[in-house]
Nanobody
Framework: VQLVEFGGGLVQAGGSLALACVMS????????MGWHRQAPGKERELVAV???????RYDKSVEGRCTISRDNPGNTIYLRMNDLKPEDTAVYYC?????????????WGQGTQVTVSS
């Protein structure tokens, strides 16, 4: 199973950025997918998650500024972030809880850096 992230980079405060994550693997049933982030010296935290049926949930810190979406085949997710703040600076990780053969597992991407300058 592979999760490959795209996007990220340096943006000024108030700007926008989009991330994408393409998931692939044999015999895997992709279920819930989402984005987490980890800032230096802090624990990894959930940013947004989208279920197979399309239900979305956001952390309060990004609600109203971020949109998570999923493509129709269901193996690619996107995160659109607007009005970025310096405190959004972190490594962003793509994640899925999915079933491979008969077992549920967590899978993570390698992470992509998002830096917001003030």
């Amino acid at each position: 199973v592979q999760l490959v992230e795209f996007g990220g980079g340096l943006v000024q405060a108030g700007g926008s950025l989009a991330l994408a994550c393409v998931m692939s693997g044999d015999n895997i049933d992709f279920s819930a997918m989402g984005w987490h982030r980890q800032a230096p010296g802090k624990e990894r935290e959930l940013v947004a998650v989208i279920a197979r049926g399309g239900v979305r949930r956001y952390d309060k810190s990004v609600e109203g500024r971020c949109t998570i979406s999923r493509d129709n085949p269901g193996n690619t997710i996107y995160l659109r972030m607007n009005d970025l703040k310096p405190e959004d600076t972190a490594v962003y990780y793509c994640h899925t809880l999915s079933k491979l053969d008969s077992a549920w597992n967590h899978y993570w991407g390698q992470g992509t850096q998002v830096t917001v300058s003030s």
